[in-house]
């Protein structure tokens, strides 16, 4: 089975704290993605990257940081946390040329 | 990037047809068709895609508009696991590597 997998399912933090989501794929998908999903407005990307070393930011990059040091792990950051960052976090892959993009199950976060 | 519009939501009792429409009026000539679906508690996971004909798969059937304005994705006998968030998203196989925009779909009720 294909999978992408997020390191954790919920997590709780403290304001100002340095977050760390990871997400992991073992389809050796050059392209990785991080979302977050809100009530009434959906999936809103944050962060995509094409290859190792890669990034490129989505439409609400701000507060968020992202890492690719390996093909397969794309890290998300939160350098201060916020409450306003409290949210479910979504990581997806796919490859280029294919149309289907796996997602992982999500990590809801709650920053207090 | 061109755009689509769905109902907010649709009924469906159980074992019955469920058409779900989307309208892409702007759509260019490059934009293939997806759409995935979210369960509950879940990340989206990709249901179909094509361009210009129509397609099936195990999961669902999209019929595309001559004029390639609209599609519509039916599932052939819904069931309560059906029950999902249902996304019309457009996207240029050309530049795959770019992110799924997600709009906020049509919610679906399935009753037994």
């Known amino acids: 089975d294909v999978k992408v997998t997020q390191s954790s399912r919920y997590l709780v933090k403290r304001t100002g704290e340095k977050v760390f989501l990871e997400c992991v794929q073992d389809?050796?998908?050059?392209?990785m993605f991080w979302y977050r999903q809100d009530p009434g407005l959906g999936l809103r990307l944050i962060y995509f990257s094409y290859d190792v070393k890669m990034k490129e930011k989505g439409d609400i990059p701000e507060g968020y940081s992202v890492s690719r040091e390996k093909k397969e792990r794309f890290s998300l950051i939160l350098e201060s946390a916020s409450t306003n960052q409290t949210s479910m976090y979504l990581c997806?892959?796919?490859?280029?040329?294919?149309?289907?993009?796996?997602f992982g199950q999500g990590t809801r976060l709650t920053v207090v | 990037d061109a755009k689509t519009t769905q109902p907010n939501s649709m009924e469906s009792n159980e074992e019955e047809p469920v058409h779900l429409p989307c309208n892409h009026s702007t759509i260019s000539g490059t934009d293939y068709i997806h759409w995935y679906r979210q369960l509950p508690s879940q990340g989206p996971e990709y249901v179909i895609h094509?361009?210009?004909s129509n397609v099936n798969n195990r999961m669902a059937s999209l019929a595309i508009a001559e004029d390639r304005k609209s599609s519509t994705l039916i599932l052939h006998r819904a069931t309560l696991r059906d029950a999902a968030v249902y996304y019309c998203?457009?996207?240029?196989?050309?530049?795959?590597?770019?992110?799924?925009?997600f709009g906020k779909g049509t919610s679906l009720l399935v009753t037994p």
């Open positions: 094509g361009l210009t």
């Open positions: 998203i457009l996207r240029d196989l050309s530049n795959s590597g770019y992110a799924l925009n």
């Open positions: 389809m050796d998908h050059e392209n």
């Open positions: 997806a892959s796919s490859s280029q040329g294919v149309p289907e993009a796996f």
